[in-house]
């Protein structure tokens, strides 16, 4: 504590105070003995604050100033002769701790911050862009994000500060920039003190962003293998990165890197799911040797695109003999059944050979199925189609799968008298092959039981039934065959509804018309004729 009077001459000091301000005794002025924050203090205080006056006043403010490194609070308290006492408290310590609190809480807030955005993407060039933009935003005047890259080029994302990222590719060597080549292989980053920067190459240094006056260089640290490297750059005005700030841009790094690999790793599972679906997928069907296919498929939930039911049309190698049709349901759903599904359709055309002999075709068929370790079975319908003239032949066998329906010119819908046993659960496999013929515009309707068991309709439970799919097939006499696919898949969606239902499948093999009248005006298709 120093005391001093209303002329700035220092009444008393204690021996703290003393310590504190060597040059000041009593009787001395005060300006000159004290920091000028402190005698200017005492000045203004006498100026607004008349004595006598309560020592809790609100004109008694506290006034903080430096002494050498420390900071020190000087607390007025007002006497009853004109003097004033000032109380010196060393607030560095805990000025030190209020900021290193405020900085741990931004830098927890920005940790948050980013992670919050990482999770919001899978997408990789995403991930990039905002590592780039936190970064340079947060921890530097600009930042760059580089991946690994088996090529000549590098994948560079680039932000200034206050910016937007912008994506490049740069021919550079890493072994050009100290840290970089280590940092993209997922070594521990070097000291930047190493690194100096007038000695970046061109490449690193954005357009625009002048002269570089310090760098740091970190991995992107992934799930197993690197992600990338993120540079840090600041111009020459700007302080240089301190231990701290580096371990900290690691701690980001870390959090960047784990988002990026994964967005990497779910990129690249993406690319292979698409890559086996195309080959799950039902095929597109068209006109094959003068008859015509179309078929439909819906799997049991909206967000599958496979499940367990699959047709092929499989044409002939040889003009004017028969392409076989296969639809068939494996015991299931989803994306095991799918995998089912595949190896049954490529056990199948390896069979292609043989396919003239249906009951060969499905024995051979049920011992590759024994011979698995997958218990799921199948049912299935076999069809050969071939154009003879105006008509198209048919054998149609099915195995323990719902006959085949053919619809008549005059509207009436037959049931294949066909019957057998499903594949894949018993040694042998029983089925009948029955011999159809097809008149012009006639249409055969292959389908699953999804279909007839879908359960809907007014009250929610009722199945579809075959006795209403046959009722809507009178209705698509002499319809072209992907109309009838049509009308028959939007039945069955009205029928259903939201509800739950299986995989529904339906393929059409129809006998095209020989002859149209053309359309008065001339331009537009005309009615089909027998």
């Not at 700035?8 to 003393?18: D, L, M, T």
Request: net charge negative; glycine share 10%.
């Amino acid at each position: 504590m120093l005391i001093a009077d209303a002329r700035s001459v220092v009444v008393f000091v204690n021996e703290a105070a003393g310590l504190v301000f060597p040059d000041v005794r009593a009787g001395s002025a005060l300006t000159g003995a004290v920091p000028i924050w402190l005698s200017d203090a005492h000045a203004r205080h006498l100026l607004t604050v008349p004595a006598p006056r309560p020592p809790d006043s609100v004109a008694d403010r506290v006034v903080q100033g430096r002494v050498g490194d420390r900071v020190y609070e000087a607390h007025p308290t007002t006497g009853s002769d004109e003097t004033v006492a000032w109380w010196l408290v060393d607030d560095t310590d805990h000025r030190l701790a209020r900021e290193a609190l405020r900085m741990e809480r931004e830098r927890t807030a920005f940790l948050t911050e980013s992670s919050n955005l990482f999770l919001s993407s899978l997408n990789l060039e995403r991930c990039m862009d905002v590592t780039a933009q936190m970064a340079s935003e947060h921890l530097a005047d600009a930042a760059l994000v580089i991946v690994p890259s088996n090529g000549p080029e590098l994948p560079v994302v680039t932000c200034l500060r206050g910016g937007t990222p912008t994506s490049s590719r740069v021919t550079g060597a890493p072994e050009d920039v100290p840290g970089l080549g280590e940092a993209l292989q997922g070594f521990p980053p070097v000291p930047s003190r190493w690194i100096d920067p007038d000695a970046a190459p061109t490449w690193l240094i954005p357009e625009g962003f002048g002269e570089v006056g310090s760098i740091v260089i970190t991995p992107l640290p992934g799930h197993g293998v690197p992600a990338g490297a993120l540079i840090l750059l600041r111009g020459p005005r700007s302080a240089a990165f301190t231990e701290a700030e580096e371990v900290f841009a690691r701690l980001f790094a870390a959090r960047a890197g784990a988002a990026m690999s994964a967005a990497r790793l779910y990129s690249e599972q993406a690319s292979i799911t698409e890559t086996l679906m195309r080959e799950l997928l039902p095929p597109s069907l068209h006109h094959v040797c003068g008859v015509e296919y179309a078929g439909g498929y819906r799997a049991a939930k909206d967000h599958e695109r496979v499940g367990g039911d699959f047709y092929d049309v499989h044409p002939s190698g040889v003009e004017g003999e028969a392409s076989l049709v296969v639809l068939g349901d494996v015991c299931g759903k989803g994306l095991e059944a799918a995998v089912m599904t595949g190896k049954i359709r490529n056990t199948l055309h390896a069979l292609l050979p043989m396919a003239d002999d249906h009951q060969r075709v499905l024995s051979l068929l049920n011992t590759s199925l024994l011979n698995t370790h997958n218990a799921r079975f199948a049912t299935m319908v076999l069809a050969s189609a071939a154009r003879e003239g105006n008509v198209v032949k048919l054998r149609l066998t099915s195995a323990g799968h719902p006959a085949p329906l053919i619809v008549r010119t005059d509207g009436s819908v037959e049931e294949a008298p066909t019957r057998g046993t499903l594949v894949g659960a018993l040694p042998e496999v029983t089925a009948a092959t029955v011999p159809m013929t097809l008149a012009p515009g006639e249409t055969c309707v292959l389908y699953t039981d999804g279909i007839t068991e879908a359960r809907g309709g007014p009250l929610g439970g009722t199945m579809f039934g075959e006795a209403r799919l046959r009722r809507a097939l009178t209705e698509c006499s002499g319809m072209p065959a992907e109309a009838v696919v049509e009308r028959v898949q939007m039945l069955a969606s009205q029928w259903v509804g939201a509800g739950r239902h299986d995989d529904m499948a339906v393929v059409v093999i129809s006998a095209p018309r020989t002859n149209h009248l053309s359309a008065v005006n001339g331009h537009t298709r005309g009615r089909f004729t027998a």
